[in-house]
């Protein structure tokens, strides 16, 4: 299982250590000596639960000869081969993931032999009554035009423009997290959105303070992302505190559980949670999911983000929808905000826990199931042919050969075209303005040269018509002018050296940014010093004779870009007479398969003819079933009371 995706064959170092403690308890106790307890013991996909037989099952799994991973995996699963766009973007590669598992009511069954599954609805625990509920927030228009950019981004990368250590999938999906819940986490210096789900999280832990303060009822507040770094810098936490105690909430009825970095200290915190003098107590899954007991007075949690796993969500619901709460009631929100990433998350999130409820079920579990750990992209599946014939196979061989030549045909040819269409347009537009970019350079070099900035004095700088000659009030006006913007859209304010001076924000970098405009524009990257902006835009009218040399390597590149294309366009497919070779061979094999079906028939008598049935077609079985829609069970989450959906 070395080339199945989504699967490490490598052992981390304390799973190696619990597995060898494991074993060395087993054969003293006589498999007696170990004891698991978790609420989530499949917590992302199937393949944990052989993780879990191995630890507590090895002499079983030995018996049965399914010791090994593959063994295991034969059994109850299978993986499928797909054809997935490959990552650089330019052609396709074959995939194998697990897709499906089947035996489910054996492999339960022998999972059972060590395992007590217990679900709400076989223990009708006195826990209280949850009432879930998801608030959606609109987004500010910073975020639409933020999340366009991600877009925009992860076009880039999957066409391979944009190198993995400049910027990758998983950062636009962390970026997309962050945008989602506030855009100050890109930026600190955009403007606070009342509408955002944060300030709405706010408002609603405020009233349900406001409601609980007789019986001193407290509430929880879950957020992975933008945890306090005691760093100086923007996080929800520190904002969310600020927020609350401008509202009336005592400082000492707000705490962090990043603040309890101790035993001791966590179990005074939890101890003040539980007495009720700690009323809003925030943080992570990581720090505050499993172990902590404090819901005596809980009458709310609240989800600022979503975790990647349904036990992250299924750990923190379980802090409020437990034994010994004093509340018959009680409140969980999710806070999405519409138009970003969270509704994807979401999704996911529900997808996995529907796959988990169809196995950890106090009823008898589905035949087979869907593996959603990983989902491929594919338009194809790879058909199993189980006969003799050793003409199947090679055709078999010829067909994937001949599609991956096609492929790579068709790929050359549309290099070709795109090389064509460069000779044509591109080239030639490109040295145009190429051209016309150094003529605009150096006309701008001429125009800072006849506006020069002194070491001791300071030019000036106009902005909304007034003109500042020093340069600290210059770089405090500047500042301030960034924050009076209206939206993201470039807006003209002044005037500095002879150049135009306007400001924007920009979305995809999530700084201020000053544009000086000449012949040509410059930007300029902004930040909260005064006299620091100032530098930057001098320093950014200084280097023309760089950007000069710059541009003139850049027009001597395209020029010799330009000859290579033109070499490279005349060139014909290398593989063209395998390909021609392997496709005949294939029509051979596929006229010679045809009339093989068609005429060759075995030699029986009439009376064998009766009795012995033809043998049935594998491809037409395999069809029928493609066909047949899979029974689909409703979603039932293992650990609800009621057994219905959350």
């Known amino acids: 299982m070395r080339n199945v995706a989504g699967l490490s064959t490598s052992e981390a170092q304390k799973s190696s250590d619990m597995f060898g403690k494991c074993r060395y308890l087993d054969e ?42 593959d063994c295991w995996a034969s059994t109850f699963g299978e993986t499928t081969t797909a054809i997935e766009l490959a990552p650089e973007g330019t052609g396709y590669r074959a995939r194998t993931r697990f897709a499906k598992f089947f035996n489910l009511p054996e492999l339960m069954s022998m999972f059972k032999e060590v395992a007590d599954i217990k ?55 962390n970026d997309g997290r962050k945008i989602g819940l506030d855009v100050r986490l890109m930026n600190p210096m955009l403007p606070d959105d009342p509408d955002s789900k944060l300030n709405v999280c706010v408002r609603n832990v405020l009233k349900i303070w406001e409601e609980g303060k007789d019986q001193k009822l407290t509430q929880l507040l879950f957020c992975d992302l933008s945890t306090p770094k005691n760093d100086g810098n923007f996080n929800v936490y520190d904002d969310i505190r600020k927020k609350l105690i401008a509202a009336g909430v005592p400082e000492s009825e707000i705490e962090f559980i990043h603040n309890a970095d101790t035993e001791a200290k966590k179990a005074a915190l939890f101890s003040k949670v539980r007495s009720g003098d700690v009323r809003v107590l925030l943080g992570s899954t990581a720090k505050m999911g499993a172990g902590t007991n404090v819901q005596q007075r809980l009458v709310a949690v609240h989800h600022l983000d979503v975790g990647w796993k349904p036990s992250d969500m299924t750990q923190r619901n379980g802090r409020i929808i437990r034994q010994g709460n004093m509340n018959k009631e009680v409140k969980v929100f999710n806070y999405v905000t519409e138009g970003t990433f969270d509704s994807y998350l979401f999704q996911t999130l529900e997808n996995k826990q529907r796959f988990i409820s169809q196995i950890m079920t106090s009823k008898s579990p589905v035949r087979s199931c869907d593996d959603v750990d990983e989902q491929a992209l594919s338009y194809a599946e790879i058909k199993a042919l189980c006969a003799g014939n050793p003409l199947i196979k090679e055709k078999m061989d010829l067909d994937v050969q001949v599609a991956k030549l096609k492929v790579l045909k068709a790929d050359h040819q549309s290099q070709k075209f795109r090389l064509q269409d460069k000779l044509l347009t591109k080239f030639p537009a490109d040295i145009q303005e190429t051209n016309a970019h150094i003529a605009g350079l150096k006309a701008d070099a001429q125009l800072a040269a006849a506006h020069p900035q002194g070491k001791e004095e300071f030019c000036g700088m106009t902005i909304r018509g007034v003109t500042y000659d020093e ?48 012949q040509r524009k410059y930007t300029v990257p902004l930040g909260t010093d005064p006299l620091g902006n100032i530098i930057r835009l001098d320093n950014s009218l200084n280097n023309f004779p760089e950007r000069i040399n710059a541009a003139e390597n850049e027009l001597d590149t395209l020029h010799q870009q330009q000859a290579a294309a033109q070499i490279e366009v005349e060139k014909p497919f290398p593989q063209e007479e395998e390909l021609a070779e392997k496709s005949a061979r294939l029509a051979e094999l596929n006229a010679q398969l045809d009339v093989d079906e068609k005429s060759h028939e075995p030699e029986q008598d009439e009376e064998e003819q009766e009795n012995v049935s033809r043998r049935p077609s594998v491809l037409a079985a395999l069809d029928e079933k493609k066909d047949e829609a899979e029974p689909v069970r409703p979603f039932k989450s293992y650990l609800d009371k009621d057994g219905d959906a959350r």
């Open 28 to 69: 003293i106790t006589g498999g007696r000596g170990v004891v698991f307890a978790t609420g989530t013991p499949v917590s992302n996909s199937m393949t944990e639960l052989y993780t879990v037989m191995r630890y507590l099952q090895y002499s079983t799994l030995q018996q049965k000869k399914l010791t090994h991973f």
């Open 471 to 518: 340069k600290k009030t210059a770089g405090e006006r500047l500042v301030l002018a960034c924050s009076e913007l209206p939206n993201a859209e470039e807006k003209v304010i002044g005037s500095y050296r002879g150049f135009e001076l306007s400001l924007r924000f920009d979305t995809f970098r999530t700084e201020y940014q000053a544009l000086l405009k000449g």
């Open 119 to 173: 679900t709400s609805d076989q223990l009708h625990l006195p826990v209280p009554e949850a009432k879930f509920e998801t608030v959606v927030a609109k987004p500010s228009e910073i975020q639409k035009e933020m999340v366009q950019e991600l877009s925009k981004r992860a076009a880039d990368i999957h066409s391979g423009i944009v190198d993995a250590s400049v910027d990758n999938m998983l950062c636009v999906t």
